[in-house]
């Protein structure tokens, strides 16, 4: 059966602080995988990842996948209250994206 | 220009009622989706339509019923649901939808939050 862990689950943080977040996943015909932000109602598109190694950054945003070791992580620099939200990661095999279940994340002033 | 739109924002429905949940793109994407998404618990997915035809179900019971006028519209109708029902109805589209070859990011809509009363 696929799976997707996210972790940490929650994460509180201050302002100006980094931080990484975490997706572990065993998928079978994996393609890619999807990273969304999630505030009150849509998730956003951040980034897709298909190759292994190849940093994709966007701003303040980064994320890297390693297919060998089935995971990816998600670095946020200089957080902002606005990143306060639920992230979600999502592999896709070859019919669809399977959500893990976020990483909830809290920025303070 | 990559927004999905969705109506209605919100949605009060007896058991006995008749609705639809409606969603529109202008993309040009030429796969839709339709999710599922309960408090605290990630997106589930309900159907994919690829050029306009039913591609996916994943099991979802027959009170839900899907439709795809055309590449640019998706509807959701609803009729005899429960109470477990109620969550956010999440309309999504990417550029395409083929099973094992390229994969393309999707989009979502801002969702219809549904209550079954």
């Known amino acids: 059966e696929d799976k997707v862990v996210q972790s940490p689950l929650s994460l509180v943080v201050h302002e100006g602080d980094t931080v990484t977040l975490n997706c572990s996943y065993e998928v079978t015909n994996f393609r890619s995988l999807l990273w969304y932000k999630q505030e009150k109602k849509a998730p956003t598109f951040l980034f897709m990842l298909t190759s292994s190694g190849i940093e994709k950054k966007s701003g303040r945003l980064s994320s890297i996948l390693d297919k060998k070791e089935l995971f990816s992580i998600l670095n946020i620099t200089a957080t902002q209250t606005g990143d306060s939200a639920i992230y979600l990661c999502a592999p896709r095999n070859t019919d669809k994206l399977i959500f893990g279940t976020g990483t909830r994340l809290q920025v303070f002033p | 220009d990559t927004e999905v739109t969705q109506t209605p924002k919100h949605l009060v429905m007896g058991m006995t009622n008749k609705k639809s949940l409606k969603c529109e793109q202008h993309?040009?994407?030429?796969?839709m989706y339709w999710y599922k998404q309960k408090a605290k618990k990630p997106p589930e997915l309900m159907f994919v339509?690829?050029?306009?035809?039913?591609?996916i179900n994943e099991s979802v019971p027959s009170r839900f019923s899907p439709e795809c006028p055309n590449s640019s519209l998706l509807n959701l109708h609803l009729h005899a649901l429960q109470p477990e029902d109620s969550a956010l109805y999440l309309c999504?589209?990417?550029?395409?939808?083929?099973?094992?070859?390229?994969?393309?990011?999707?989009?979502f809509g801002p969702g219809t939050r549904l209550t079954v009363t």
């Open positions: 999504a589209s990417s550029q395409d939808f083929q099973r094992g070859v390229t994969p393309y990011e999707q989009y």
């Open positions: 339509y690829s050029y306009e035809k039913l591609s």
């Open positions: 993309m040009g994407h030429r796969a």
